[in-house]
Nanobody
Framework: QVQLVESGGGSVQAGGSLRLSCAAS????????VGWFRQAPGKEREFVAA????????SYADFEKGRFTISRDNSKSTVYLQMNSLEPEDTAVYYC????????????????WGQGTQVTVSS
């Protein structure tokens, strides 16, 4: 069982930055690939980024255009999502998710999900 807790969301103006954190409860966290998804009001959940267990493999959604960076610190059982040059279109609830399989995470099929953290970007 893995519990995931997101933090770091908030309200910023367009062009600003936020760093989201996803803290995991399991000591076996280093064996899990982790991803970030987001869901805006009235829209379907969409993939943002994912990282392999070691951090050596990373995947990003096309929309982020080099603005987002995913990283992890296995010693702290935490994955981060640094978001720069935020746009109003980035407004959404951001969720982290974990699974032992990287492709499963990337495709949104992971078993473990956090409760989400709200990101609001104003113009």
């Amino acid at each position: 069982q893995v519990q995931l807790v997101e933090s770091g969301g908030g309200s910023v103006q367009a062009g600003g930055s936020l760093r989201l954190s996803c803290a995991a409860s399991a000591s076996t966290f280093l064996y899990y690939a982790v991803g970030w998804f987001r869901q805006a009001p009235g829209k379907e959940r969409e993939f943002v980024a994912a990282i392999t267990t070691s951090g050596g493999g990373i995947s990003y959604a096309d929309f982020e255009k080099g603005r987002f960076t995913i990283s992890r610190d296995n010693s702290k059982s935490t994955v981060y999502l640094q978001m720069n040059s935020l746009e109003p279109e980035d407004t959404a609830v951001y969720y982290c998710t974990a699974d032992r399989n990287f492709d499963t995470v990337r495709l949104g099929g992971a078993v473990y999900w956090g409760q989400g953290t709200q990101v609001t970007v104003s113009s």
